[in-house]
């Protein structure tokens, strides 16, 4: 028995920040310190304020370090495990109260917070499965095999109203009949975990910290559709996340949770790991099942779909993790339980990655219906620098922008297709007053010009082309025709192209050209960048009444385009310049502008 | 896994392990240890350590072992403070295992103080 824990963050952000030396740093001390029969130390997944990583947090008393370092393990022994005293000046600064520490679950980072999805992640050790039974771990696919039939789990399912978390909001029990009623002596389960998405790693975290959840919810779909095998198609960009995968699915094994005859009843199943090579094609279903079957990753006609004719041929379901992730619970706590959560039509809770300009860079899960305001002013903790929020973008290569005007929009799958976004994997990427709107619809194309298959011509050369519009419309080349032909041209890319990939790829522009048209239009009309970002449109120059003339900006100007004498205002020579804005950075006066 | 039995066994085991990182809530029973230079030179750890076991081993999930500074009556150290919601704090002082043993379970599983190990009986 032990009588404190030491869990430290072992998520791919705080591992890339030295977590794993953490970890071993406190075996060491408290070895040292004789201590290491009192006190336990745990690998867990992400604790979602990635921001302030590495996390540790010690119990009993819930005490949430953050940003700590090796050198400040000793500290923390002597100090905190040892002699009981809590070292004060590590502590997440929100949890630091007069009479103590405050429990985490009271920070504005985690008060609106609904962990579903996420509720072990960051809770018990991955990579050890008696962790995971302890806190009701198959207990599901325990009760689905010895007291319901196929039917009642997919009538359960449906009635919970889980939809599907990739993006699209498919619900996963008509996925699930489809498959069922579907004949054939072979029908296979896959798990879509190639998160390609920039900026989007939920996906990666849960099965980081949680990943027996999607092994438990692929058996229970396995029984309920009558499958024996199943896939998850892993990103190899996840080294992590595959590695945790791999033990996990071994101590299934060994534990008799995964192969024969489990819990004595004549239901097979097992479970095999296919690893992407990161083509961002391959989250697309049919391009997914094609690369599994080892060919080359590219999308086909629907129907037939895959609940019909899917891999190999067979009848097959493919949900993304974090869908599986919801469904243990579904069946424990009930389709009411999980349908109490959320709106009308979107039930339960949305994990969001949270990135860009925003003060908690995190991971963060919520009800649906939560408003855009919430998740970005209280649990993102606002813009940094006082700066304004312009838009949100979500759903990645494939959503669109929601604009500080609908700001109070709640989130779920159907508000955020009127608006012309979309839910998306969970991508949320907020956008201050420094960014240029054409600039990110052009950096979305760039991505999915870069990530098109080639298969069919509308996303390959209409993709292709109308980036080259927005080149123009950035290097102030454009005219007003342009824009409405980019407008048809996006419309036509969605209408005709063969998968997802194509069919959503224009978003962006789309959702841009709706919210932001004059900002188009001052590219094309005044050849003007109003964020002052497309570099082709800018100048820069000096104020001749604010600057001093100390020469600084000169010194640092990387071509010697910035001349003049010292005590008299410099000049900037503008067919010099490669507007890099290392004078402005320099500048102590405010004398540089940009326009 | 043969039976959902095996699974029970396997829960229930760990459980009393991860009783230990459920965060403290306001109805919870808390035995705070001196830990202090002065509490650990007295033997404050093997008891501590003791409280926690005991606490662990019942599966008492109401209950929170935590350790402390210095409490400040450094001649009274081991010193063990029991914190029952509702009710006034008891202090029991010159604390060993043994006596740890009795607190839990007079004290915290069947509600009686245990007064002759409190401080005002000094």
Redesign the interface.
Same mark, same amino acid.
């Not at chain 2, 240890?33 to 230079?37: E, I, L, Q």
């Given at each position: 028995m032990y009588r404190a824990h030491i869990l430290v963050c072992g998520g791919t952000g705080c591992s890339s920040s030295n977590s794993k030396e953490i970890f071993a740093k406190f075996e060491s001390e408290l070895k040292a310190a004789g201590l290491d029969k009192e006190v336990k130390t745990i690998m867990t997944g992400c604790f979602g304020l990635c921001a302030l990583g590495p996390v540790v947090v010690v119990y009993p008393e819930g005490a949430f370090y953050s940003q700590v370092k090796v050198e400040d393990v000793p500290e923390i022994v002597s100090e905190h495990l040892l002699k009981g005293r809590i070292v004060t000046r590590l502590l997440y600064k929100e949890t630091v109260a007069e009479t103590g520490i405050r429990s985490l679950s009271e920070t504005n980072f985690y008060k609106k917070q609904h962990r579903v999805a996420l509720k072990l992640c960051g809770v018990i050790n991955p990579e050890n499965i008696d962790e995971y039974i302890a806190y009701d771990g198959y207990q599901a696919l325990a009760k689905v095999l010895t007291e319901m039939t196929p039917q009642e789990v997919i009538d359960v399912i449906s009635k919970s109203g889980l939809r599907g978390r990739g993006g699209a909001g498919f619900p996963t029990g008509r996925k699930w009949q489809f498959a069922r009623n579907s004949v054939s002596d072979k029908k296979y389960v896959c798990c879509n975990a190639d998160e390609g998405d920039p900026g989007a790693f939920m996906d990666r975290s849960v099965l980081e910290g949680d990943p027996h959840a999607v092994i438990e919810a692929m058996a229970i779909a396995a029984y309920a559709i009558g499958s024996d095998q199943g896939y998850v198609y892993i990103r190899a960009e996840y080294p992590i996340a595959v590695q945790r995968l791999q033990i996990a699915i071994k101590q299934a094994r060994e534990y008799g949770l995964l192969g024969k005859n489990i819990f004595g009843t004549d239901f097979n199943f097992d479970l095999d790991i296919r690893l992407g090579a990161g083509a961002f094609v391959c989250g697309e279903e049919t391009a997914l099942m094609t690369s599994i079957e080892g060919k080359r990753g590219e999308p086909r006609v629907r129907p037939p779909f895959p609940a019909v004719k899917g891999l190999f041929g067979q009848p097959t379901i493919l949900n993304n993790v974090e869908t599986y992730a919801n469904v243990a619970q579904i069946i424990l706590n009930g389709p009411e339980w999980f349908a109490s959560m959320g709106t009308e039509k979107s039930k339960g809770t949305k994990v969001f990655a949270l990135g860009g300009k925003i003060t908690n860079t995190g991971l963060v899960e919520i009800p649906m219906g939560t408003t855009l305001r919430e998740i970005v002013e209280d649990i993102g903790g606002g813009i940094p620098n006082g700066k304004k929020f312009k838009a949100a973008q979500t759903g990645g290569p494939s959503g669109g922008c929601i604009p500080a005007s609908l700001i109070d929009t709640p989130i779920d799958y159907d508000n955020l297709l009127a608006i012309g976004s979309m839910m998306g994997s969970g991508g949320l990427i907020v956008m201050d007053e420094d960014t240029c709107m054409v600039d990110i619809a052009k950096f979305f194309l760039e991505f999915t010009v870069e990530e098109s298959c080639g298969k069919c011509t509308p996303c390959r050369i209409g993709n292709k082309r109308l980036l080259e519009m927005l080149e123009k419309v950035t290097s102030g080349r454009a005219t007003m025709e342009d824009l409405d032909k980019m407008e048809k041209l996006c419309h036509y890319i969605k209408e005709n192209s063969l998968c997802g990939l194509g069919q959503t790829a224009p978003n962006p522009v789309l959702s841009t050209l709706r919210y932001f048209r004059e900002e188009y239009e001052a590219h094309v009309r005044d050849k003007r960048c109003p964020a002052g970002v497309c570099k082709k449109l800018i100048t820069y120059s000096i104020d001749p009444t604010k600057c001093i003339g100390c020469s600084k900006c000169a010194r640092n100007c990387p071509v010697e385009a910035i001349h003049g004498e010292i005590k008299k205002p410099y000049t900037i020579d503008t067919s010099k310049c490669i507007k890099c804005g290392a004078c402005i950075d320099q500048c102590r006066f405010k004398a540089i502008s940009k326009k | 896994?043969?039976?959902?039995q095996e699974?029970q066994a396997?829960?229930e085991?760990?459980?009393?392990?991860?009783n230990? *990182?459920?965060? @403290?809530?306001d109805s919870d029973i808390r035995i705070v240890? !001196?830990?202090? @230079?002065c509490g650990?030179a007295a033997g404050a *750890?093997p008891v501590?350590?003791k409280?926690?076991?005991e606490v662990?081993?019942r599966g008492l999930h109401h209950v929170?072992?935590?350790? @402390? !500074?210095c409490i400040g009556m450094c001649r009274y150290e081991p010193i063990v403070e029991v914190f029952v919601p509702g009710q006034e704090k008891v202090t029991y002082i010159h604390m060993t295992p043994e006596k740890a043993v009795r607190v839990i379970n007079d004290h915290i599983v069947n509600g009686n103080v245990v007064q002759e190990y409190t401080v005002n009986k000094e």
């Open positions: - | 896994m043969k039976s959902i699974l396997i829960k085991k760990m459980q009393k392990m991860i230990t *990182r459920e965060t @403290t809530d240890v !001196g830990m202090a @230079t650990i *750890r501590l350590n409280l926690s076991d662990l081993s929170k072992v935590i350790q @402390t !500074g």
